[in-house]
């Protein structure tokens, strides 16, 4: 008797606990998942069918469903949040263009032309319409402006901040076309370049957000791409959206389910047992430890891509601090061992940088020599800073003082925390001193970029990894890292004329050929000058089931982009 | 009854102590409390930014002032404010704390189980073949790192056998009210549960095992035995009440341990509990969010104590009858 009690109590408690614990899912959705296997093809009649037969129902061969693993930290699943914002870029909120992995631009919301790179006119796509069957028009292009401007933006008035720092507006006007589907942004200087910042621009319903201080959460998830949002579960850890069928060009893909992992090692044997068909990332591939593993199956293609991403970068402050003594970015730069970052940090296609900082698939590369490790020189170079070294073999200045810097880094990104401590190993035998400063994201910012630090960026040396979107920014060639005056970034503190001469040619250029003049200037400023180095060049790794082919690479978003569920086919 | 209203009392004590240290710690600490009160570093904040947030969290007020708003936070439980996160903490820790609990108090009342079961069995058996054995396998087992044990039970169960899934606690589309979502939910459950029961169990046996060896030979053991009785019999009726006490204040004080413990469990099962909310305020220094969750696993912890010692007041006749009638 006392055992059944005993018993039933347990399965009480055992039950209650579930009840007790057990929650509603964020949004649930109305149909249970679908199998991850693809539709199977239809049979088909013969060709030479007597024509009497009835013609044969269209044979839908789309994939039902795509499963992609991610670990993005997503908590909200609404538009602005930033890695939602990343993800979505691919489903529901298209860019107006996009880049392909030779850099060519092509229209995806929108048309784009000009004839001086000063006003560029975007021309809805036709038949783009809203979540609700709204079409998108170019209205709504001037709405996301002046939303962002309301927001600190300055793209169509200037922003001052709390200290007075003015940031001119980007544009100097607009001009609507009369069927609402076009609009003319003029620059305040020209750019050749400016398709680069429209990759990541996406843009906001106008019928939706107008006139509201709050939003809804459906309303933030509004869309206008080849997807509609369908449901968000924490419970599951899955995003889900479904096929739209009101995009002008239907994906190929029924369904999409983003499953969120937490590890990394759990994502990677699901990929390769087939549990999930990619992995995703922000402009990130997949690690080399990684790589060599998913690619000795069979289950898995790893496609390589040229990045125009700096992965690692070692920024110098170079106004304030040791570093804004030319003679000592130059010392370091040399004593550091660029085989060990390609080696230890990169993926087995790593390769050593040029002096001229961008990777050699950008708009405007121009060859520079390569980085090296010269400790004669850095010597050199430590004499003419003043710096001699003692019996302990370290470096003192002529009052004693070490030669010491501190390096900020992302204490949550593996690459920066490696990259850091080779770093400070070199130094430390060249005769310095590194102080290892790993920070979380908030702090990091706040240490590191104009924006978050409002204009107060206290680092003395700081580990980056810049993404391909950012380093095409404003004038490219990554100078809104390197640029002082930057309303954002500008974690360079560069305000050397010089500089500013150059980055006035790149923005005035209303030719390629200008503009690669300039960006070529630019390059030999980086590697005259050494504002900042790269540690490590690479290529961007994807993995996606081998069962796929025809299969779309976005520069910016990898192998998640809207063109990639247009194409993609089944073997 | 003495002993049980000390323990009462210290536990209390202990609560208030750790109230007014998370009030006390930043407002002490060297350095503006502004910083660790936000999680931002001092030197990277300007001044004007300073001056927002010192307004914003009332540190302009007085320490009277300043504390009883503190203590109104917790009477209405909005635990302040996590500015790394941008929200509420409670509001933080109530869309977490859910999984969390789904999965230790399954794993809590398993593991005691197993550990009560197993260990008064052995330790009724001591030194017998079985009673070695045992030992031998659960002190191993209790050197194994939870997430190695969660590891190689992924790789067999869920990989290489298809029989538990390894990510979230439900699949998708499975909500409240969906048909099979209860069984769904125990499927994703179980493998996590069953990591965690592991990882705890062996503590709760060694506990058991050597605290029911070394009543095996009193004279009440013996005499039952001599009586004839079952060995069932002996370990539960006789055996058990004079252990019950130890057994029962550590399942108490098991509750808490296994929130920390989970913490590497969630990670790898990609469950967003309090173990991840855990994980990411530590990692972005996001020091309110950290007192909160201070606050919260102390509450619990005191709670599982205050329980515990009233079970043991109720089935202990010493205590509840008084010496005299003992």
Request: charged share 20%; net charge negative; hydrophobic share 40%.
């Amino acid at each position: 008797m006392k055992k059944k009690v005993l018993a039933m109590l347990l399965v009480l408690i055992l039950a209650f606990s579930f009840a007790a614990c057990a929650k509603k899912g964020q949004t649930a959705p109305a149909t249970t998942p679908e199998t991850t296997d693809a539709a199977k093809p239809a049979e088909t009649k013969p060709a030479d069918a007597q024509p009497a037969v009835p013609a044969p129902e269209p044979v839908d061969t789309s994939i039902d469903q795509i499963v992609i693993g991610t670990t993005a930290a997503i908590e909200t699943a609404i538009n602005g949040e930033y890695a939602y914002d990343m993800l979505s870029s691919g489903t529901t909120q298209p860019p107006l263009v996009w880049q392909d992995v030779d850099g060519n631009y092509h229209p995806l919301l929108a048309e784009f032309e000009t004839a001086d790179a000063k006003t560029w006119t975007y021309t809805i796509v036709e038949g783009m319409k809203w979540d609700d069957g709204t079409p998108v028009t170019a209205e709504d292009i001037l709405f996301t402006l002046e939303y962002e401007d309301e927001n600190g933006s300055a793209n169509l008035k200037e922003q001052t901040d709390s200290e007075g720092k003015v940031t001119q507006a980007k544009y100097a006007g607009y001009e609507l076309s009369a069927d609402k589907r076009s609009i003319a942004l003029t620059l305040a200087s020209p750019n050749v370049r400016e398709l680069g910042n429209m990759t990541s621009f996406r843009v906001l319903p106008k019928h939706i957000y107008e006139g509201k201080s709050t939003l809804t959460e459906a309303e933030q998830r509004f869309g206008c791409g080849p997807f509609v949002f369908e449901s968000f579960s924490r419970d599951s850890g899955t995003i889900t959206f479904v096929r739209s069928e009101t995009y002008p060009q239907p994906a190929n893909v029924k369904k999409l389910v983003y499953q969120l992992f937490d590890n990394e090692d759990t994502m990677y044997m699901a990929l390769s047992s087939g549990d999930i068909d990619m992995v995703w990332a922000y402009s990130t591939g997949i690690a080399g430890t990684y790589q060599e593993v998913l690619a000795s199956g069979d289950a898995v293609r790893l496609i390589s891509v040229n990045a125009t991403n700096a992965p690692a970068v070692l920024a110098f402050n170079n106004a304030a601090g040791p570093f804004a003594d030319e003679n000592l970015r130059h010392a370091v730069a040399l004593a550091l061992n660029y085989d060990d970052f390609r080696t230890y940090v990169g993926s087995p296609t790593a390769d050593i940088p040029n002096a001229g900082f961008v990777p050699t698939s950008t708009v405007g590369y121009k060859q520079t020599e390569k980085l090296k490790t010269d400790i004669a020189a850095a010597e050199k170079y430590m004499e003419a800073a003043g710096y001699t070294k003692n019996e302990a073999g370290k470096f003192v200045s002529s009052d004693g003082a070490p030669f010491t810097f501190t390096l900020t880094f992302r204490s949550d990104r593996p690459n920066q925390v490696s990259c850091a401590e080779l770093i400070k190993t070199a130094i430390d035998a060249f005769g310095g001193e590194v102080i290892l400063d790993g920070l979380d994201s908030a702090s990091y910012n706040a240490k590191t970029s104009n924006k978050f630090s409002e204009n107060n960026i206290t680092m003395e040396a700081a580990l980056f990894g810049y993404t391909s979107a950012g380093m095409g920014m404003g004038n490219g060639l990554g100078t809104i890292y390197v640029d002082g005056r930057h309303a954002v970034q500008g974690g360079c503190q560069v305000y050397d004329e010089q500089f500013q001469t150059i980055l006035a040619a790149m923005g005035a250029a209303k030719t390629p050929e200008e503009y690669n003049a300039a960006a070529g200037d630019m390059q030999d400023f980086y590697a005259e000058h050494t504002p900042l180095i790269g540690l490590y060049w690479d290529s961007l790794t994807y993995g996606i089931s081998a069962r796929f082919e025809n299969i779309t690479v976005d520069n910016a978003f990898g192998l998640n982009n809207v063109n990639n569920w247009i194409t993609i086919t089944e073997k | 009854m003495k002993k049980y209203l000390r323990n009462l009392f210290n536990a209390l004590a202990c609560f208030l102590i750790v109230i007014i240290l998370n009030f006390a710690l930043p407002r002490l600490l060297p350095g503006d409390p502004v910083a660790y009160l936000t999680g931002f570093a001092e030197e990277e904040m300007t001044g004007a930014q300073v001056e927002h947030y010192r307004s914003a969290l009332h540190l302009d007020e007085s320490l009277p002032r300043q504390f009883a708003r503190y203590l109104r936070s917790l009477l209405d439980g909005t635990l302040g404010y996590s500015y790394k996160k941008e929200a509420p903490v409670s509001s933080l820790i109530r869309g977490r704390i859910g999984y969390t609990l789904q999965i230790t108090l399954p794993a809590v009342v398993l593991s005691a189980m197993i550990g009560l079961f197993w260990g008064l069995h052995c330790g009724y058996r001591k030194d017998s073949p079985g009673d070695r054995f045992s030992n031998a396998l659960l002190i191993v087992l209790n050197t194994v790192p939870s997430f190695l044990i969660a590891l190689v039970l992924i790789i067999a169960l869920c990989f290489r056998r298809r029989i538990f899934p390894y990510t979230g606690v439900s699949s998708a589309g499975m909500a409240p009210g969906v048909p099979g979502f209860l069984a769904d939910r125990l499927l994703h459950l179980a493998l996590p549960v069953f990591t965690l029961t592991l990882a705890a169990a062996p503590s709760r046996y060694l506990l058991m095992r050597n605290t029911a060896a070394r009543i095996a030979d009193e004279k009440y053991v013996l005499y039952a035995k001599q009586r004839g009785l079952s060995p069932k019999r002996i370990q539960f009726s006789y055996m058990l009440k004079n252990i019950a006490q130890p057994f029962i204040t550590m399942l108490g004080m098991s509750v808490s341990l296994c929130i920390g413990g989970s913490l590497v469990i969630e990670n790898i099962f990609s469950i967003g509990g309090m173990g991840k909310l855990l994980t990411d305020a530590v990692y972005t220094l996001d020091y309110p969010l950290m007192q909160g969750i201070l606050f919260v696993t102390t509450l619990i912890m005191v709670i599982s104590i205050i329980a515990t010692d009233l079970l043991c007041i109720a089935i202990d006749p010493k205590v509840r009858l008084g010496e005299s009638h003992a």
